[in-house]
């Protein structure tokens, strides 16, 4: 039987939503070893919409989960109808949406917090024993969710957000952008990305390998 | 020295847009063989934009080339600033937005017209002998705007927008979506992606071989 691996997303663009390229080459991976995909975002709106050409605010209101159904070609849930039960692992990539829509990092830095449903599920991955994979900068957000834990995560090697994850309560490793952190005590896997970059081709190696350690994790 | 590649985006959404999958395996093909890429998209208003949950149309205007900057992260250019001297090739990915935004092959099918910033740069890479790929229902606007030199071109098994290439001048040879079509007395190549699917490491195989011939073919 195939496993099943959420997709957690967070709008639709690096820097209002989720990380396009990431969340494709995530789809990609998970699709060649066989996985089922569920995509999945919260119902809310967008802190804000950003021009991607100029990265100045726009005078619009956009919704994270209609937006996300953009990279999920239509096949999304809203994340409230889902729990730990129906799927055997959680992936959520990066961009801004992670740190501005699935938190407030983005705007709090360590004193965020973290949307109630995002919280809930990543608390019920964890319970579950079932693992967590975490993209460029999800893993902060992760660590605030998880603080109780500990979480031993990844953001490449940006010391500012690795000091808000140790203040948050975790442990950062600086990590390569083709590598990933494995934290085997919470199933948890991390991976810089773009954090890092500097190309597609670049990412989707750290990404491959998370996707692949994801998976081996799974009971 | 690194060859150069238009990447012709139409918006970001499958529905409304550029397909995002098809465009991001482009540009993780086209980065893994070392090209360089200018994602470029014309400054119009969408025709509309989709709710990609329920494929609604949403009371909203957006612009092609700021949603394009999504995919692109940032760096995409005005189409009208650029000429065949800037690229050595051109490939456009699918989604509605190449029949809805480049052309209107989406309303009108045979008797369609191409947005003229898009007829002219596909004219000017013609009369450069310069390569043109074309992904999912792409082809059937780039056989509009080329149709004098009748094009050879795949959608993949679709009747209907088969029979319209025909009208429109082409021919439409039937492909799986693993596979291409190369009309190599106009440098065109074409590959069926999700005018097929199923799925994104299906449509990633023909896309890898789109990329791979189209670089193949830059003198």
Redo the contacts between chains.
């Keep these: 039987m195939s496993k099943k691996v959420g997709v957690l997303l967070s709008g639709?663009?690096?820097?209002d939503g989720t990380e396009?390229?990431e969340s494709?080459?995530t789809?990609?991976f998970l699709?060649?070893v066989g996985a089922e995909v569920i995509c999945t975002a919260p119902d809310m709106n967008q802190l804000h919409v950003i021009?991607?050409?100029t990265?100045e605010v726009m005078d619009?209101k956009r919704n994270v989960?209609?937006?996300s159904?953009?990279?999920?070609?239509?096949n999304?849930l809203d994340l409230k109808t889902l729990g730990a039960n129906d799927m055997d692992a959680i992936i959520i990539p990066g961009g801004f949406g992670a740190a501005k829509n699935l938190s407030d990092f983005a705007l709090k830095g360590p004193e965020c917090e973290v949307h109630s449903q995002v919280k809930r599920i990543l608390a019920e991955m964890l319970k579950a024993k079932k693992p967590i994979g975490a993209i460029c900068i999800s893993p902060a957000m992760v660590t605030k969710a998880l603080a109780d834990v500990h979480p031993e995560v990844t953001i490449g090697i940006d010391t500012g957000t690795a000091a808000a994850i140790e203040t948050m309560g975790g442990k950062h490793l600086s990590c390569k952008v083709a590598d990933i952190i494995e934290d085997s005590s919470n199933k948890i896997v991390t991976t810089p990305a773009?954090m890092l970059g500097p190309?597609?081709?670049d990412v989707?190696v750290g990404i491959e390998k998370l996707v692949n350690k994801v998976l081996d994790l799974v009971n």
């Design positions: 639709c663009g690096v820097f396009i390229h494709v080459l789809l990609l699709d060649k021009n991607h050409m990265q619009e989960l209609i937006e159904a953009r990279i999920a070609r239509g999304v773009y190309g597609i081709k989707a």
